[in-house]
């Protein structure tokens, strides 16, 4: 279904009007109340670290990286101190100049309350950078290229946390025929790509186009949300005086969760990215603004990932935008906005998929987009949950197009096998299906629960896999050696036998008597005496001799000789 490709808004002003673009619609979503008119009413305060930093190695999809530093060890702002794990991570650097007091395990900011390892830095107030160098990746080839990005830290920042040096391969054909930028923002509360796109489009613009030449990708549409007239005005404003072609800033129509990496993919482009593909597959990627900006920072500046904008909202006297170091207390980054007294908790993220951080003090990362604070007044407890009647309105808000109802019951039954049948990991855990059903039932915890025992279960095949592989790999080195001791051993037991046969041969030989001991020795006195005359004789007729009956005399000589050497082997000793 089509929907009106209108870029206009009520009191926009200022927007670019070039050609209407034809929009797509996908299925499902809602409209909740947004609430993001607090937070967007001041500026990006930059804030310093002042307190000792947190943070965790492990902020990416991938592998942890490996500490490089140690205690005691003195660091620059931008400094690397966790190298990349293999292609599937991403380095972590120091978000100011400091000492590096431990690098122990501390509370990581996710829901379950388990421990990561961390470098814990003391700012020493200075803020100061390491040596920075632009990065000429024309000069580079793709694959240098994708390293500096890993090495620098660079991570999708729309949530997901996926390394974007991943990303930003071209495919199997080596070019897109769309780049998709997210600013979107469809949750409530969460205005940090907004404000970004307020007050750095140009950087950006710089880094769509950057990301659109390594793609080779023939345009970049930059989708926002109609309920952002002034980041459209600004990203619009900044395109124009920029004089990049082939970007084009799109507006599309508010509603959740058009954020949505595949849905936004459909609106913008008409393609549906079915399961188990992925949208380079159709030519297409989609990266967020906040990865934009990061790439142009990292490549025109030099600068690795080492803050990132995030909102601070919910039960405070003043919400608005910071841009916060990594490893900052969450704690800390409230108490600027004046929480109020009946404050019980902090969610990273937004109401519909943020998650409850286990304690105040859990640092920032990468993924914090919003620090969400929470009370009873803001968000009551949840009505009992009802028995589902079947209704079928999760259904029709489910933007993934799936049966919420029925991965319900298969879920709640742990009948995993069927729920993966119904697409259960094409879920995106958007929160629509929850919004929406009658009977309070809270259906992402029941899929999260699922994807959790089927992940576990995986895991604990694979590790029965391997230790049966193991297991096997040992029985035959067993019985291979029980083989070769074997062989071993009868060759030994041969010899042995023929040694013991020799001996009983020897032992059987009948004893020599004296007659035939005296005829040995007769015999033996006879062919000395026989080699003692042959050796006194002395040749007659030698003197006076002619050159060449010499020469046939040694040529005798030589006949005899080989014949000696001849019949050897085969004349008894004696000879």
């Not at 490709?5 to 797509?24: E, V």
């Not at 990496?261 to 990627?285: F, N």
């Not at 319900?408 to 299906?433: T, V």
Request: hydrophobic share 40%; with cysteine; glycine share 8%.
């Amino acid at each position: 279904m089509e929907v009106s490709g209108i870029h206009a808004h009520p009191g926009q002003q200022g927007i670019c009007m070039k050609t209407l673009r034809r929009l797509f619609d996908f299925h499902g979503g809602i409209k909740p109340d947004y609430r993001k008119e607090s937070s967007t009413g001041d500026p990006i305060t930059v804030v310093s670290a002042s307190t000792s930093l947190v943070i965790p190695l492990h902020q990416s999809i991938g592998g942890p990286p490996r500490p490089i530093v140690c205690a005691g060890d003195r660091v620059l702002k931008g400094q690397r101190i966790g190298d990349a794990d293999g292609n599937v991570s991403s380095a972590v650097h120091a978000s100011t100049s400091g000492t590096v007091t431990a690098v122990e395990m501390r509370l990581m900011p996710h829901t379950s309350g388990l421990s990561a390892l961390c470098v814990i830095i003391e700012p020493d107030g200075r803020d100061e950078w390491m040596p920075l160098q632009p990065f000429d990746f024309r000069a580079a080839t793709p694959t240098q290229t994708r390293d500096y990005l890993r090495d620098a830290g660079v991570v999708g920042l729309g949530g997901a946390v996926f390394p974007s040096h991943l990303k930003l391969s071209p495919g199997k054909q080596g070019k897109l025929d769309t780049l998709v930028i997210n600013g979107a923002e469809c949750e409530p509360f969460i205005t940090c790509d907004d404000v970004l796109m307020r007050e750095r489009a140009e950087g950006i613009i710089k880094g769509t186009a950057l990301m659109r030449e390594m793609l080779a990708a023939a345009t970049a549409l930059i989708g926002i949300e109609d309920n952002k007239p002034e980041a459209i005005a600004a990203m619009n404003q900044a395109l124009q005086q920029s004089g990049i072609a082939h970007i084009e800033v799109v507006v599309v129509p508010t509603r959740y969760p058009a954020g949505g990496a595949k849905q936004l993919i459909r609106v913008l482009t008409g393609i549906e990215v079915p399961h188990g593909k992925r949208s380079t597959d159709y030519g297409v990627q989609c990266f967020n603004v906040g990865t934009a900006y990061a790439i142009h920072e990292a490549i025109d500046l030099g600068k690795p990932l080492i803050s990132r904008i995030v909102t601070v909202a919910g039960n405070v006297g003043q919400a608005r935008n910071f841009e916060v170091p990594f490893g900052m207390s969450m704690q800390n980054l409230a108490d600027r906005c004046n929480p109020r007294p009946d404050t019980d908790r902090l969610i990273m993220g937004g109401p519909m998929m943020g998650v409850l951080m286990p304690a105040a003090d859990v640092p920032v990362v990468k993924a914090t987009n919003c620090v969400l604070v929470g009370s009873p007044k803001l968000f009551p407890p949840p009505p009992p949950e009802m028995p589902c009647i079947r209704c079928g309105e999760c259904a029709k808000v489910c933007p993934a197009d799936l049966q919420p109802f029925e991965l319900y019951w298969f879920s709640r039954a742990k009948i995993f096998g069927k729920a993966q049948e119904y697409n259960l990991f094409d879920c995106i855990e958007c929160g629509c299906c929850a919004y929406v059903c009658p009977s309070h039932i809270p259906l992402v915890d029941y899929y999260r629960f699922a994807k959790s025992e089927i992940w576990a279960r995986e895991k604990e095949k694979t590790s029965a896999d391997e230790a049966r592989e193991r297991y096997e790999f040992r029985l035959l080195r067993e019985e291979r050696e029980k083989q070769e001791k074997a062989a071993k051993l009868a060759a030994k037991t041969a010899a042995g036998r023929e040694k013991a046969a020799a001996a009983i041969a020897d032992a059987e030989k009948p004893a020599e008597t004296p007659e035939q001991a005296a005829k040995k020795a007769l015999i033996s006195a006879a062919l000395e005496r026989a080699r003692a005359e042959k050796a006194s004789v002395v040749p007659e007729n030698t003197g006076n001799l002619t050159s060449a009956q010499q020469a046939e005399i040694s040529a005798i000589e030589a006949r005899r000789a080989e014949i000696r050497e001849m019949a050897k082997p085969h004349l008894p000793p004696d000879d």
